[in-house]
DNA sequence: GATGAATGAGTGTTCATTCAT
DNA sequence: TATGAATGAACACTCATTCAT
């Protein structure tokens, strides 16, 4: 494999375990099975590897949000296929899931450079769909911004919420419990 | 003040400006205009700093629920009231805002001492409030564990992120729209 | 004795040894009998301890030079007073000579906060001595600006060279030499 | 070009500039167009190029001193010849004098192979021709063994100093006020 | 010979923690 | 209690050197 993914895969794999301040590069080496300096040779420096790994997630969303948006599906339908498109990637790595909810609110991140469109890009994404949703009414009158983001939290949460509650058999129902939760949470 | 105290507000300023890793112990003294060591007469460690921070704000949630638990209150309404009680206490304190949603998914949380009946904790009281509210047929089939840390975790996230939105002012209107996307996201 | 002088004089015998680039600063902790972390709270960084190696110097010449300013004395021989007390200096420290010879032309120097009126600025010093002696015809016509640096960087040449040559018990006759060599050389 | 010059050539630009401890091999490769890999095939280390850039300098002023010898010149013409040649050199070549001014009293190039007969060997050239000269009364009663290093390292030292001044168009003229104040230093 | 990706020992620097005052 | 200088283990990052292609 590309190098690269195989240090991103490691590295999610320990921050997972460890937490990112924690997390020694050379862990990350030994798990890839690779010397130090060649994760030097890919990254500028440990907070490269973080942003590589959200980076990474949020080119993935950013893709199929703009699939579905040449597609006619009504707003709230494109927000549930998000939200399963990235539930399923949690699920099926559930490191994944607990790097994204516990680096994902920290201060390191909101430095990085990829951030102007980056991973807070996305509740901008589920931002404009709830405004969509809105203007035709399947939706009422909420603030947009604060819930494109609390959805898109949300999402991430529950996914890392079933892994230490050892419900990863459950995925798929909860997954439907979650969006029954969100759905009736703002239709009108 | 009492100094412990001065030293757990001063660390929550400076670990929400920086994040519990790259918060300096001397920061933090420095901050609260005292010598490094006076903080290791108070702490045992850094880590007990953010454990002391999680324990205050956790019991604070842990008093008012054993109080709610003695009146002859719908649970969904205790649920309500906790909420708000928190949000209040974050929307005097954005800094412990940003602590608890930065930090309170850290691995170094779940090592603390005080996890037993610790800030996790709560979620477990959300728990059993959904679950008398469901034999009462308030709210639908739900699985309770899960959305009672879901519910505690969106309240700590929504405060989050009316900060970092700049919406601080609005805090008490978003609140209910909050309230209103979960109850209605779980009632029958 | 103070730990910033401690630290300059194991710096100094360590550097003299190894070179600059090559001392590790562990090696001046154990010789000052430290801990690594100790030399941090005096010295921003490893090149701090050399800045402050010929800061040091440089400003016992600079306040001699003050004092010879403030007397009545030929020009010739105010140079001759400066090169004898930075020779006696440097015979009474041979690894102080061998710092100053070895790294006082690295680039690593002439990027240091203190160039401005740094080490740079004997042979300034030394040029308007000359200025003065060329115009009382004590000399003749060179290019003042050249031979201030010549006679100045020839003085810390001759006093290295003392040493590895294992002539320091010579020291006197052979500064008297060099002197010598020098006056007849600019002289009329 | 032969490869292993155009590796000398672009090294002493670089270490001219950074030094030679702070001076990437993979630099020096850049500047020279070819891998780095392709460096270790010319040399067995980083050090072996920093004793081929001295190596090559004291083979040259060996070569012509060696030629001289054979000729019946008086001592110090030959002193002056070789200075002007090596003066000429430094000033067809600015790094090299850089090179040979900072890194010459190295201790690295004190434990370098070639020593033995080395760039330290050209002040034991000066000693004897200082030898010749003082036998037949050209120059006073000097210590050769010092003033052949002092003559040596203050020429190289002097066209640092010309380029470093800004006057390297000069360097004519400067060089005869630096034979002029040498011989009028060492005459009888 | 030429390449340059990979290596991993080595080093500067940090910072939580201690303890003599 | 309070202090803050001192400690030294720990870690991010570098870079000379190698070797499979």
């Not at 990254?43 to 990474?56: A, H, P, R, V």
């Not at 997630?57 to 199929?64: A, F, G, P, R």
Request: net charge positive; proline share 3%.
């Amino acid at each position: 494999m590309r190098k690269k993914e195989l240090i991103r895969l490691s590295a999610t794999k320990i921050i997972a375990r460890d937490g990112f301040c924690k997390t020694k590069v050379q862990s990350i080496a030994d798990d890839a099975k690779i010397a130090v300096g060649t994760v030097y040779i890919y990254f500028k420096n440990k907070d490269g590897i973080l942003d590589y790994i959200f980076e990474t997630q949020h080119k993935k969303i950013v893709k199929l949000s703009e699939k579905l948006e040449s597609q006619n599906i009504p707003p709230l339908e494109k927000i549930k296929k998000i939200l399963r498109y990235h539930f399923e990637e949690l699920r099926k790595n559930p490191d994944l899931s607990s790097v994204l909810a516990q680096e994902g609110k920290m201060p390191v991140v909101y430095g990085s450079p990829w951030i102007k469109d980056g991973f807070v890009g996305i509740p901008y994404i589920f931002q404009k769909m709830l405004d969509e949703s809105k203007e035709i009414g399947e939706i009422r009158d909420i603030d947009t911004e604060l819930f494109g983001a609390i959805i898109f939290f949300t999402g991430i949460e529950t996914a890392y919420l079933l892994q230490i509650q050892g419900k990863q058999d459950k995925h798929y129902s909860e997954f439907n419990e979650l969006v029954t939760f969100i759905i009736n949470g703002i239709k009108s």
